[in-house]
Protein backbone atom coordinates (compact mmCIF):
# COMPACT_ATOMS: atom_id res chain seq x y z
CA UNK A 1 0.00 0.00 0.00
CA UNK A 2 2.93 2.59 1.00
CA UNK A 3 4.57 1.48 -2.76
CA UNK A 4 1.70 2.42 -4.69
CA UNK A 5 0.98 5.75 -2.57
CA UNK A 6 4.41 6.77 -3.12
CA UNK A 7 4.11 6.06 -6.94
CA UNK A 8 0.83 8.35 -6.96
CA UNK A 9 2.66 10.89 -5.02
CA UNK A 10 5.26 10.93 -7.58
CA UNK A 11 3.02 10.56 -10.54
CA UNK A 12 1.15 13.61 -9.19
CA UNK A 13 3.81 15.75 -8.67
CA UNK A 14 5.28 15.99 -11.92
CA UNK A 15 4.86 18.89 -14.08
CA UNK A 16 2.16 18.22 -17.19
CA UNK A 17 4.71 19.98 -19.85
CA UNK A 18 2.84 18.53 -22.93
CA UNK A 19 0.65 20.59 -24.66
CA UNK A 20 -0.71 22.96 -21.91
CA UNK A 21 -4.48 23.55 -21.29
CA UNK A 22 -5.49 20.80 -23.95
CA UNK A 23 -7.79 19.02 -21.61
CA UNK A 24 -9.68 21.92 -20.33
CA UNK A 25 -9.79 24.12 -23.27
CA UNK A 26 -13.00 25.43 -24.20
CA UNK A 27 -11.93 25.93 -27.63
CA UNK A 28 -9.30 24.80 -30.06
CA UNK A 29 -7.39 28.11 -30.06
CA UNK A 30 -7.23 27.99 -26.08
CA UNK A 31 -5.10 24.56 -26.86
CA UNK A 32 -1.22 25.40 -26.28
CA UNK A 33 -1.87 28.25 -24.19
CA UNK A 34 -0.88 28.02 -20.21
CA UNK A 35 -2.88 29.49 -18.07
CA UNK A 36 -1.84 32.07 -15.37
CA UNK A 37 -1.38 29.82 -12.27
CA UNK A 38 0.87 27.56 -14.93
CA UNK A 39 2.99 30.79 -16.15
CA UNK A 40 3.14 31.26 -12.00
CA UNK A 41 4.31 27.83 -11.47
CA UNK A 42 6.29 26.95 -14.63
CA UNK A 43 10.21 26.27 -14.40
CA UNK A 44 11.73 27.11 -17.29
CA UNK A 45 15.55 27.43 -16.37
CA UNK A 46 18.03 25.11 -16.80
CA UNK A 47 19.59 23.44 -14.02
CA UNK A 48 22.85 25.12 -13.49
CA UNK A 49 25.84 23.57 -14.04
CA UNK A 50 27.77 23.32 -11.34
CA UNK A 51 31.53 24.52 -10.70
CA UNK A 52 34.04 22.37 -11.37
CA UNK A 53 37.45 23.11 -10.12
CA UNK A 54 40.23 22.95 -12.51
CA UNK A 55 42.18 20.80 -10.00
CA UNK A 56 39.67 18.23 -9.40
CA UNK A 57 39.70 17.57 -13.19
CA UNK A 58 42.01 14.50 -12.92
CA UNK A 59 41.37 13.53 -16.66
CA UNK A 60 40.01 15.12 -19.58
CA UNK A 61 39.35 15.20 -23.33
CA UNK A 62 38.10 16.94 -25.97
CA UNK A 63 36.07 15.25 -28.49
CA UNK A 64 34.01 16.15 -31.59
CA UNK A 65 31.22 13.88 -32.85
CA UNK A 66 28.79 14.01 -35.81
CA UNK A 67 24.89 13.51 -34.89
CA UNK A 68 23.40 11.62 -38.36
CA UNK A 69 19.63 12.36 -38.08
CA UNK A 70 19.10 10.07 -40.61
CA UNK A 71 19.05 7.80 -37.67
CA UNK A 72 15.57 6.81 -35.62
CA UNK A 73 16.95 7.55 -32.52
CA UNK A 74 17.94 10.93 -33.47
CA UNK A 75 14.85 11.73 -35.48
CA UNK A 76 13.83 14.37 -32.34
CA UNK A 77 16.38 16.86 -33.40
CA UNK A 78 15.16 17.18 -36.87
CA UNK A 79 10.90 16.60 -36.65
CA UNK A 80 9.00 18.24 -37.09
CA UNK A 81 10.53 20.08 -39.92
CA UNK A 82 8.14 22.57 -40.23
CA UNK A 83 6.96 23.66 -36.85
CA UNK A 84 3.87 22.06 -35.28
CA UNK A 85 1.32 23.24 -32.32
CA UNK A 86 4.46 23.84 -29.91
CA UNK A 87 7.48 22.04 -31.32
CA UNK A 88 9.81 23.02 -33.33
CA UNK A 89 12.50 21.75 -35.36
CA UNK A 90 16.26 22.48 -33.55
CA UNK A 91 17.33 24.19 -36.59
CA UNK A 92 14.42 26.46 -36.24
CA UNK A 93 14.65 27.10 -32.46
CA UNK A 94 19.00 27.76 -33.61
CA UNK A 95 17.97 30.34 -36.54
CA UNK A 96 15.86 32.14 -34.69
CA UNK A 97 17.90 32.69 -32.26
CA UNK A 98 20.84 34.06 -33.91
CA UNK A 99 18.19 36.07 -36.35
CA UNK A 100 17.07 37.81 -33.15
CA UNK A 101 20.03 39.11 -32.06
CA UNK A 102 19.63 43.00 -32.77
CA UNK A 103 16.02 42.65 -31.59
CA UNK A 104 17.10 41.20 -28.48
CA UNK A 105 19.98 43.27 -27.79
CA UNK A 106 21.71 40.05 -28.04
CA UNK A 107 25.57 40.48 -29.49
CA UNK A 108 26.01 37.36 -31.70
CA UNK A 109 29.54 37.45 -31.83
CA UNK A 110 29.87 36.74 -28.48
CA UNK A 111 28.06 32.99 -28.78
CA UNK A 112 28.29 32.62 -32.85
CA UNK A 113 31.46 31.43 -34.52
CA UNK A 114 32.73 29.91 -37.89
CA UNK A 115 35.47 27.30 -36.34
CA UNK A 116 34.73 25.38 -33.63
CA UNK A 117 37.76 27.34 -31.37
CA UNK A 118 35.77 30.07 -31.42
CA UNK A 119 38.54 32.26 -32.72
CA UNK A 120 36.57 34.02 -35.46
CA UNK A 121 32.95 35.44 -34.68
CA UNK A 122 30.49 35.45 -37.24
CA UNK A 123 28.56 38.53 -37.79
CA UNK A 124 25.07 39.29 -38.83
CA UNK A 125 25.01 39.71 -41.91
CA UNK A 126 27.39 36.51 -42.75
CA UNK A 127 24.52 34.33 -40.54
CA UNK A 128 21.82 36.22 -43.01
CA UNK A 129 23.41 34.92 -45.80
CA UNK A 130 23.59 31.05 -44.42
CA UNK A 131 20.00 31.34 -44.16
CA UNK A 132 18.83 33.46 -47.25
CA UNK A 133 20.94 34.72 -49.92
CA UNK A 134 20.83 35.83 -53.32
CA UNK A 135 22.93 36.87 -56.79
CA UNK A 136 21.79 39.13 -59.56
CA UNK A 137 22.24 37.68 -62.62
CA UNK A 138 23.90 39.62 -65.49
CA UNK A 139 20.83 40.85 -66.67
CA UNK A 140 19.86 41.63 -63.32
CA UNK A 141 22.87 43.80 -62.97
CA UNK A 142 22.67 46.01 -65.97
CA UNK A 143 18.72 46.21 -64.74
CA UNK A 144 19.48 47.69 -61.21
CA UNK A 145 22.71 49.66 -62.65
CA UNK A 146 20.53 51.32 -65.36
CA UNK A 147 17.04 51.53 -64.00
CA UNK A 148 16.99 50.94 -60.25
CA UNK A 149 20.16 52.62 -58.79
CA UNK A 150 19.63 56.66 -58.73
CA UNK A 151 22.20 57.57 -56.16
CA UNK A 152 24.35 55.00 -58.37
CA UNK A 153 25.52 52.70 -55.38
CA UNK A 154 28.90 51.07 -55.93
CA UNK A 155 28.81 47.35 -55.15
CA UNK A 156 32.47 47.36 -54.38
CA UNK A 157 32.75 50.40 -52.11
CA UNK A 158 29.43 50.27 -50.41
CA UNK A 159 28.41 46.35 -50.71
CA UNK A 160 25.89 46.29 -47.93
CA UNK A 161 23.73 49.59 -49.04
CA UNK A 162 23.68 47.77 -52.86
CA UNK A 163 22.71 44.48 -51.00
CA UNK A 164 19.79 46.52 -49.29
CA UNK A 165 19.00 48.40 -52.58
CA UNK A 166 18.81 44.65 -53.83
CA UNK A 167 16.87 43.68 -51.21
CA UNK A 168 13.62 46.21 -51.22
CA UNK A 169 13.38 45.89 -55.10
CA UNK A 170 13.09 42.46 -54.57
CA UNK A 171 10.71 42.49 -51.84
CA UNK A 172 8.30 45.38 -54.03
CA UNK A 173 8.94 42.91 -56.99
CA UNK A 174 10.87 45.49 -59.54
CA UNK A 175 12.95 42.55 -59.96
CA UNK A 176 12.31 38.78 -60.98
CA UNK A 177 13.59 35.66 -59.90
CA UNK A 178 15.38 33.50 -62.63
CA UNK A 179 16.13 36.56 -65.39
CA UNK A 180 17.35 38.92 -62.52
CA UNK A 181 18.35 37.40 -59.58
CA UNK A 182 18.65 33.64 -57.86
CA UNK A 183 17.92 32.91 -54.97
CA UNK A 184 17.85 30.32 -52.24
CA UNK A 185 17.09 30.28 -48.28
CA UNK A 186 17.33 27.34 -46.03
CA UNK A 187 15.00 25.52 -43.70
CA UNK A 188 15.00 22.76 -41.05
CA UNK A 189 14.30 20.36 -44.00
CA UNK A 190 17.50 20.69 -45.59
CA UNK A 191 19.97 19.81 -42.26
CA UNK A 192 21.96 16.90 -42.72
CA UNK A 193 22.79 16.49 -39.05
CA UNK A 194 24.76 18.10 -36.13
CA UNK A 195 28.55 18.45 -35.17
CA UNK A 196 29.19 18.84 -31.22
CA UNK A 197 32.31 19.23 -29.45
CA UNK A 198 32.54 17.85 -26.02
CA UNK A 199 34.54 17.27 -22.99
CA UNK A 200 34.82 13.97 -21.04
CA UNK A 201 36.10 14.90 -17.29
CA UNK A 202 36.79 12.69 -14.59
CA UNK A 203 35.94 14.38 -11.43
CA UNK A 204 38.16 12.96 -8.70
CA UNK A 205 35.94 14.78 -6.13
CA UNK A 206 32.99 12.96 -7.19
CA UNK A 207 34.75 9.81 -8.60
CA UNK A 208 32.65 9.90 -11.41
CA UNK A 209 33.43 10.63 -14.87
CA UNK A 210 31.21 13.32 -16.45
CA UNK A 211 30.37 14.87 -19.72
CA UNK A 212 30.09 18.77 -20.76
CA UNK A 213 28.51 19.76 -24.11
CA UNK A 214 31.00 22.74 -25.87
CA UNK A 215 28.90 23.91 -28.44
CA UNK A 216 26.62 22.75 -31.19
CA UNK A 217 26.68 23.01 -35.34
CA UNK A 218 24.08 22.64 -38.23
CA UNK A 219 25.40 20.82 -40.70
CA UNK A 220 23.84 21.75 -44.45
CA UNK A 221 24.46 23.92 -47.57
CA UNK A 222 24.36 27.29 -46.82
CA UNK A 223 22.33 29.22 -48.55
CA UNK A 224 25.08 31.62 -50.05
CA UNK A 225 26.97 28.28 -51.23
CA UNK A 226 23.96 27.38 -52.91
CA UNK A 227 23.29 30.43 -55.16
CA UNK A 228 26.99 30.66 -55.94
CA UNK A 229 27.08 27.07 -57.16
CA UNK A 230 23.87 27.71 -59.56
CA UNK A 231 24.98 30.82 -60.43
CA UNK A 232 28.63 29.33 -61.36
CA UNK A 233 26.82 26.02 -63.08
CA UNK A 234 24.73 28.25 -65.18
CA UNK A 235 27.72 30.14 -66.47
CA UNK A 236 29.55 26.99 -67.04
CA UNK A 237 26.20 25.67 -69.35
CA UNK A 238 26.39 29.12 -71.17
CA UNK A 239 30.10 28.91 -71.81
CA UNK A 240 29.96 25.77 -73.88
CA UNK A 241 26.56 26.54 -75.57
CA UNK A 242 28.32 29.30 -76.78
CA UNK A 243 31.49 26.86 -77.88
CA UNK A 244 28.96 24.52 -79.23
CA UNK A 245 27.31 27.75 -81.56
CA UNK A 246 30.36 29.14 -82.73
CA UNK A 247 32.44 25.78 -83.56
CA UNK A 248 28.77 24.40 -85.37
CA UNK A 249 29.36 21.15 -83.74
CA UNK A 250 28.94 18.90 -80.74
CA UNK A 251 32.07 19.50 -77.84
CA UNK A 252 34.96 17.37 -78.42
CA UNK A 253 35.56 14.39 -76.09
CA UNK A 254 38.17 16.62 -74.49
CA UNK A 255 36.12 19.57 -74.13
CA UNK A 256 33.00 17.51 -72.73
CA UNK A 257 35.91 15.97 -69.72
CA UNK A 258 36.88 19.93 -69.07
CA UNK A 259 33.22 20.61 -68.64
CA UNK A 260 32.64 18.14 -66.25
CA UNK A 261 35.86 19.16 -63.86
CA UNK A 262 34.55 22.59 -63.86
CA UNK A 263 30.97 21.63 -62.55
CA UNK A 264 32.16 19.49 -60.30
CA UNK A 265 34.04 22.20 -58.60
CA UNK A 266 31.11 24.14 -57.87
CA UNK A 267 28.82 20.63 -56.81
CA UNK A 268 31.62 20.42 -54.15
CA UNK A 269 31.21 23.78 -53.35
CA UNK A 270 27.26 23.33 -52.45
CA UNK A 271 28.13 19.68 -50.21
CA UNK A 272 26.93 19.91 -46.59
CA UNK A 273 29.04 21.63 -44.64
CA UNK A 274 29.16 23.52 -40.84
CA UNK A 275 27.31 26.71 -40.57
CA UNK A 276 28.47 28.21 -37.57
CA UNK A 277 29.23 26.62 -34.33
CA UNK A 278 27.30 28.42 -31.47
CA UNK A 279 28.52 28.08 -27.52
CA UNK A 280 26.03 25.73 -25.89
CA UNK A 281 25.96 27.21 -22.27
CA UNK A 282 25.21 30.49 -24.12
CA UNK A 283 22.18 29.16 -25.41
CA UNK A 284 20.31 26.89 -23.18
CA UNK A 285 17.44 29.13 -21.16
CA UNK A 286 16.29 28.93 -25.03
CA UNK A 287 16.62 25.00 -25.27
CA UNK A 288 15.00 24.88 -22.51
CA UNK A 289 11.53 26.41 -23.85
CA UNK A 290 11.10 24.05 -26.92
CA UNK A 291 9.99 20.56 -25.62
CA UNK A 292 10.69 17.75 -28.54
CA UNK A 293 8.71 14.73 -28.95
CA UNK A 294 8.21 11.99 -26.80
CA UNK A 295 6.87 8.38 -28.30
CA UNK A 296 6.45 6.89 -24.47
CA UNK A 297 4.41 9.87 -22.95
CA UNK A 298 3.12 12.57 -24.96
CA UNK A 299 2.37 14.28 -21.84
CA UNK A 300 5.96 14.39 -21.35
CA UNK A 301 8.06 15.68 -23.54
CA UNK A 302 11.85 16.24 -23.47
CA UNK A 303 13.45 20.03 -23.94
CA UNK A 304 16.03 20.12 -26.40
CA UNK A 305 18.39 21.15 -23.20
CA UNK A 306 17.62 18.07 -21.38
CA UNK A 307 17.88 15.63 -24.46
CA UNK A 308 21.62 17.05 -25.06
CA UNK A 309 23.04 17.58 -22.13
CA UNK A 310 21.85 13.87 -20.94
CA UNK A 311 23.23 12.52 -24.80
CA UNK A 312 20.13 11.13 -25.63
CA UNK A 313 21.15 10.92 -29.64
CA UNK A 314 23.31 8.76 -30.95
CA UNK A 315 26.91 10.50 -32.37
CA UNK A 316 30.16 9.13 -33.79
CA UNK A 317 33.28 10.56 -33.67
CA UNK A 318 35.41 11.94 -36.50
CA UNK A 319 37.87 14.17 -34.45
CA UNK A 320 39.86 13.88 -30.94
CA UNK A 321 42.70 16.88 -29.69
CA UNK A 322 45.68 15.25 -30.00
CA UNK A 323 49.23 16.36 -30.68
CA UNK A 324 49.04 16.60 -34.44
CA UNK A 325 46.91 19.75 -34.75
CA UNK A 326 43.37 18.30 -33.67
CA UNK A 327 43.39 16.43 -37.25
CA UNK A 328 40.47 14.21 -37.91
CA UNK A 329 40.27 10.66 -38.09
CA UNK A 330 39.15 10.64 -41.78
CA UNK A 331 42.70 11.98 -42.63
CA UNK A 332 44.79 9.27 -40.86
CA UNK A 333 41.97 6.35 -42.11
CA UNK A 334 41.50 7.58 -45.88
CA UNK A 335 38.92 5.95 -48.07
CA UNK A 336 37.81 3.31 -45.68
CA UNK A 337 34.49 4.15 -43.45
CA UNK A 338 35.25 0.39 -41.53
CA UNK A 339 38.25 2.04 -39.93
CA UNK A 340 37.23 5.41 -39.28
CA UNK A 341 34.55 3.46 -37.47
CA UNK A 342 36.57 1.96 -35.75
CA UNK A 343 39.03 4.31 -34.44
CA UNK A 344 36.04 6.15 -33.45
CA UNK A 345 34.84 3.29 -31.22
CA UNK A 346 38.46 3.29 -29.95
CA UNK A 347 38.50 6.75 -28.91
CA UNK A 348 35.38 6.13 -27.14
CA UNK A 349 36.56 2.95 -25.63
CA UNK A 350 39.81 5.14 -24.49
CA UNK A 351 37.73 7.17 -22.37
CA UNK A 352 35.84 4.85 -20.55
CA UNK A 353 38.40 2.54 -20.00
CA UNK A 354 40.55 5.07 -17.77
CA UNK A 355 37.23 4.65 -14.82
CA UNK A 356 37.21 1.45 -15.59
CA UNK A 357 41.14 0.81 -14.36
CA UNK A 358 40.99 2.97 -11.40
CA UNK A 359 38.04 0.26 -10.05
CA UNK A 360 40.76 -2.37 -10.62
CA UNK A 361 42.61 -3.46 -8.09
Partial sequence: ????????????????????????????????????????????????????????????KRIWEFIDIDQRINFPLYYPTKPLMDRKPLFDVLREYVQSGDKNKINIKDFCFQDDYFSIPLDVAEAESKFNDFRLTKQGDENVTKNFNPTKIDPAVDPVGYRQLCLKLIKDKNLKEGPDYKTAELNAVDVKGYKIQGYWYFDKRLAELKYRLIAIAPVASSAKSIVDATMGQQEIEDEYSEIIANQGSLLTPQQEEDKKA??????????????????????????????????????????????????HFNAVVYKEENVLGDRMIENYKPNNAMDQLLEAERVKDKIRDFEHDLWNY
Wanted: proline share 6%; aromatic share 10%.
Fill in 1 to 60: MLRYSLILVLLTSLKCIGQPNLLNAKKPIEIGIKTINQIKYDNTKPLDYGYIDDRDVMFG
Fill in 262 to 311: KLKIYEEMSAPDVLFWVYYPAIRNILKLHPTFNDRNSSKPINFDDLLISR
